[in-house]
């Protein structure tokens, strides 16, 4: 089975700062984490190959990426981030493509989750900037929390050519236990043909203390909505060392998809992210 890490980041301080890295419990992302770090924990894990998800709000992080990418035998895409808002995003998106690693662009990515404005992704110019992004032939990566699901939901209805690719399972309060609205929400988003969901940033949501059965409620929900064939895993590294070593992350993958058949795991592990990006 060849697995694909759908989903993680790197930074370098001396670059760009982090400003999202605040407080004490974010304090030990408060580092350089780069691919050369990253690499022999995924080989170990069996992972070949990566998808290289953007941090920051920066049309600059989407060059260097694609550059990084470029030169790296182990990250197969990059999900960057453009202005959706620009009237000149098919321009840009062209662009992008043009650059060294530009064919390693395989989505694009906003985040949702820290606007202001509930109903931002159904903005009229937002929703244009999303037909571009379809039109590109790129997938669309949803970064909201769950009070955003529905949004989600609603702008997903309204363009069936692009595909959405919901990040962390849109994000439950799993620490808390709830799952209401959660569930209804998320299985109302995955009733689009159009979405995918990514098996990824449950250790983060459950914090400290967390255990495989305590993410199960929430890992079978999406399994159940989504199906695997739908669903594709992701490590969300380095934010999962907030709780766990990448080695664990994808071990709680397995764990959680233990019912699966080899065909299903297959999908999660792999072949899902293949198709969605064109890895």
């Not at 419990?25 to 924990?41: H, K, M, N, V, Y």
């Not at 990250?75 to 493509?97: C, E, F, K, S, Y």
């Not at 395989?106 to 903005?123: F, K, N």
């Not at 949501?205 to 159940?224: C, H, I």
Request: charged letters at 20%; proline letters at 6%.
């Amino acid at each position: 089975m060849r697995i694909i890490d759908a989903h993680h980041h790197v930074w370098d301080l001396a670059v760009r700062d982090q400003d999202w890295i605040t407080g004490p419990e974010l304090a030990p992302l408060r580092r350089d984490f780069g691919i050369s770090e990253l690499a022999p924990q995924a080989r170990a894990a069996g992972v070949a190959a990566t998808v290289l998800v953007q941090t920051v709000t920066v049309a600059d992080e989407t060059p260097e990426f694609l550059s990084l990418a470029g030169r790296s035998d182990l990250v197969a895409g990059v999900v960057g981030w453009t202005d959706l808002t620009d009237p000149a995003i098919a321009d840009t998106l062209a662009a992008l493509r043009e650059l060294p690693g530009g064919d390693n662009l395989v989505g694009i990515r906003h985040q949702v989750q820290g606007e202001q404005d509930p109903a931002w992704l159904l903005r009229p110019d937002v929703r244009r900037g999303l037909a571009a992004v379809a039109a590109a032939g790129l997938a669309y990566d949803l970064i909201v929390l769950d009070h955003q699901l529905p949004v989600a939901a609603a702008v997903a209805a309204q363009l069936p050519e692009l595909t959405f690719v919901l990040d962390h399972l849109g994000k439950p309060p799993i620490a808390g236990g709830a799952l209401q609205p959660w569930v209804s929400d998320v299985r109302a988003l995955a009733a689009r043909p159009n979405t995918v969901c990514k098996l990824s940033g449950m250790v983060a949501e459950a914090g400290q203390g967390w255990t495989v059965d305590g993410l199960r409620p929430y890992a079978g929900t999406v399994l159940e909505a989504f199906g695997p064939g739908r669903l594709m895993f992701g490590s969300d590294w380095p934010v999962c060392t907030l709780g766990a070593s990448y080695g664990e992350v994808v071990d709680t993958a397995h764990r959680l998809t233990d019912g699966l058949s080899e065909s299903e795991r297959a999908e999660v592990f792999g072949a899902t992210a293949a198709r969605v990006y064109g890895i």
